[in-house]
T-cell receptor, first 107, second 114 residues
Framework: GIQVEQSPPDLILQEGANSTLRCNFS?????LQWFHQNPWGQLINLFY???GTKQNGRLSATTVATERYSLLYISSSQTTDSGVYFC?????????FGPGTRLSVLP | DTEVTQTPKHLVMGMTNKKSLKCEQH?????MYWYKQKAKKPPELMFV???????INESVPSRFSPECPNSSLLNLHLHALQPEDSALYLC?????????????FGNGTRLTVT
């Protein structure tokens, strides 16, 4: 099956800093999503981005499907950005999740 | 606010109890999913219903029994669980198959088996 990897596994930032999270996948995919799981366990849909670039406020994402990776950019980070960021790629009818990047934004 | 509603938010049950988790969406989505998430791990797929028919069962033990009464509702019936089944159970839905539509998650049910 498809393998999904994320880097870095952990990231600590000072409030206001920028960061880039990476997601690599082992096979071509039809669908890729980024999620943020907050400390209360809620999984929030950030981007549905099989290819191309999208922006939503301080967050943007780029997927280069031919090279099998996706990037999530967080600019001017805030403490509320803390949590775990997952990418998930489709394999059959399943969304396969990467292991996540745990982000801590310090005030 | 999430458009996928899960109840209850928390559940504590003994190993001999029978309980059910409920999930509801009114977005007209035709695929619904159950995921299980252990602490510090990503969600793992348990079941997929597509157009109210079970299409994927990821070798889940029979003590977990899914049910899809209609296109808006998804239940997970629990019986004779083990302490290692304690986890966050997440319901999700998508408009169609995973090939072409995003996944929307509920807030989850945090289950503790004693």
């Amino acid at each position: 099956g498809i393998q999904v990897e994320q880097s870095p596994p952990d990231l600590i930032l000072q409030e206001g800093a920028n960061s880039t999270l990476r997601c690599n996948f082992s096979d071509s995919v039809n669908n890729l999503q980024w999620f943020h799981q907050n400390p209360w366990g809620q999984l929030i849909n950030l981007f549905y981005i099989p290819s191309g670039t999208k922006q939503n406020g301080r967050l943007s994402a780029t997927t280069v499907a031919t090279e099998r990776y996706s990037l999530l950019y967080i600019s001017s980070s805030q403490t509320t950005d803390s949590g775990v960021y997952f990418c998930a790629a489709t394999y059959g009818q399943n969304f396969v999740f990467g292991p996540g990047t745990r982000l801590s934004v310090l005030p | 606010d999430t458009e996928v509603t899960q109840t209850p938010k928390h559940l504590v049950m003994g190993m001999t109890n029978k309980k059910s988790l409920k999930c509801e969406q009114h977005m007209g989505h035709r695929a619904m999913y159950w995921y299980k998430q252990k602490a510090k791990k990503p969600p793992e797929l348990m079941f997929v219903y597509s157009y109210e028919k079970l299409s994927i069962n990821e070798s889940v033990p029979s003590r977990f029994s899914p049910e899809c009464p209609n296109s808006s509702l998804l239940n997970l019936h629990l019986h004779a669980l083990q302490p290692e089944d304690s986890a966050l159970y997440l319901c999700a839905s998508s408009l169609g198959s995973s090939y072409n539509s995003p996944l929307h998650f509920g807030n989850g049910t945090r289950l503790t088996v004693t």
